[in-house]
């Protein structure tokens, strides 16, 4: 993220006044702590991306880089039975991790705001996340992952 944000010039028309001394601050590497580092990502790159088709193809490609930097494997099969009709269509790119205990935890696009959505070993929904893990807003029902159990009985898992 750090690396993301050095890329930030402090010049662009699209920053208030206020993200302006924000950007000063990332560039002489002037941060409180690392939830700063993550607040400042959020608001002056995801924020800023121009169309929500650009944003979402950005959250995709860091998406990926965090959640493979942490040990997660993308879920193709499972992102294809959310598609289904009975699924969560709002479900992007899944990732999972298997804890040692044998359940799983999941990590989804967050198409809307830039983050990621996690959901336990049941697919339920337990809070959307930013980059660093830290939560950023509570679980919603609907936003569960719907087809779990049908992708694990069909891997054996």
Known sequence: MKAELKKITENSANYSP???KDIFRVQNNNYKDD???VNCFHNLIVKHKSASSERIAYVKIM???ICKCNGYHREQELERLEEKEDGNNHAERIYSIKKKNGEFIFLCIDKQHGMLELC???GDHQGE???DGSLNKTAKPDHGLKCVA???RLNNR
């Open 129 to 131: 996340v930013r980059f």
């Open 63 to 65: 998406g990926e880089k």
């Open 18 to 20: 206020l993200e302006r």
């Open 120 to 122: 336990d070993d049941k």
């Open 35 to 37: 939830n700063d580092v």
């Open 150 to 152: 049908e992708w694990k």
